[in-house]
C-alpha cells in the first residue's frame, strides 16, 4: 500500500495546511486528503507542486507500506515433538 506522509513532512516545519494551500494553489479539500492519509489515486500535477513547495522527491512524500500477505495463515506449531 502508498501511503502519504505529508502530516509527517508537515509536522517536521511546523507548517500549517492553511499555509500550504496558499503557496501551492491546491485545494484545501485536496490536501486535507493527503495529510489524513486517504487519497484513493495521486494527482501528479499535486504530487509536483507539494514535491516543490516542500522541497523533497516524490518517494520523501509517498511511501510503500507492506501490509504482509493478508491470505497467509498463520503457522501454528505442532502439538507434539519437534518434526
Do not use: N
Not at 489515486?41 to 516542500?54: E, I, M, N, P, T
Request: glycine letters at 8%.
Amino acid at each position: 500500500m502508498i501511503s502519504c506522509k505529508l502530516s509527517t513532512l508537515l509536522g517536521e516545519r511546523r507548517l500549517k495546511v492553511a499555509d500550504v494551500c496558499r503557496a501551492t494553489g491546491v485545494s484545501r479539500a485536496t490536501l486535507d486528503r493527503y495529510y489524513y492519509d486517504r487519497v484513493k489515486s495521486f494527482d501528479r500535477d499535486v504530487l509536483a507542486r507539494l514535491c516543490q513547495y516542500l522541497k523533497v522527491k516524490p518517494g520523501e512524500l509517498l511511501v510503500l507500506v507492506d501490509q504482509g500477505d493478508l491470505f497467509e495463515q498463520p503457522e501454528h506449531p505442532s502439538g507434539g515433538g519437534k518434526p
